[in-house]
């Protein structure tokens, strides 16, 4: 069976560090990696998506960047961290090729830069 | 653009009564999904139901099922014999075929009272 894997889970920073957040997935081959930020009362936004290794769509231009160095692992970055980047952040993935696929979420890292 | 609404912030149910969970949604094209997720106190997103528009027939998990009514985008769930662990936040959601992009509402807090 396939599970999805996020560090850390928590994680307070100062205003200016970098940032960099893993997500591994296992029991699947080539899967759609996404990475969502959930705001407190808010829903999820899609922040970035990778349908194979290197390759990487954007969907919200910020500080915040986003790589695909091996099939199954994606990580979250930033050089420099804002107030505004505080949340909780959800990696998930879904089958490879299809787009409408089910999204299968990981257990999420809370996020609060100080 | 697609776009995913929840009108109720908050709902609650008593142990073992039924409640239904309202979603509207806008969307231009033809081929597309819904989804409703919760999202229990340990924030993990869990799937919960999926109906593809295609369908006409309603999708049913369980205790779960929905009213999907297309002509007037509605999509709500409803939730049979409910249960102290469906106390979540249940967000709403679609996407498009070929976009590999969920468009999620901002959610509705469901409390089960004892």
């Known amino acids: 069976s396939q599970t999805i894997h996020q560090w850390p889970a928590t994680l307070v920073q100062p205003v200016g560090s970098p940032l960099s957040l893993e997500c591994t997935v296992e029991g699947t081959s080539n899967p759609n990696l996404y990475w969502y930020r959930q705001a407190a009362g808010r829903g999820l936004q899609l922040l970035f998506y990778?349908?194979?290794?290197?390759?990487i769509s954007s969907e919200v231009p910020q500080n915040l960047s986003a790589s695909r160095p091996q099939d199954r692992q994606f990580i979250l970055s930033s050089k420099k961290l804002l107030l505004s980047d505080s949340g909780f952040y959800l990696c998930?993935?879904?089958?490879?090729?299809?787009?409408?696929?089910?999204?299968?979420f990981g257990p999420g890292t809370r996020l609060t830069v100080l | 653009a697609q776009t995913v609404t929840q009108s109720q912030p908050e709902m609650s149910v008593q142990e073992a009564e039924t409640v239904t969970l309202s979603c509207t949604y806008d969307?231009?094209?033809?081929?597309?999904?819904l989804f409703w997720y919760k999202q229990p106190p340990s924030r993990q997103m869990i799937l919960v139901i999926r109906?593809?528009?295609?369908?006409?027939q309603n999708a049913t998990e369980n205790r779960f099922s929905v009213n999907f009514q297309k002509a007037a985008k509605s999509f709500s769930l409803k939730i049979s014999d409910s249960q102290l662990g469906d106390a979540a936040m249940y967000f709403c959601a679609s996407t498009t075929s070929g976009t590999y992009k969920y468009i999620f509402g901002t959610g509705t807090r469901l409390k089960v009272l004892a």
């Open positions: 990778s349908v194979g290794i290197g390759q």
């Open positions: 109906q593809e528009a295609y369908k006409q």
């Open positions: 998930a993935w879904s089958e490879e090729g299809e787009s409408t696929d089910t999204q299968y």
């Open positions: 969307t231009s094209e033809s081929d597309y999904y």
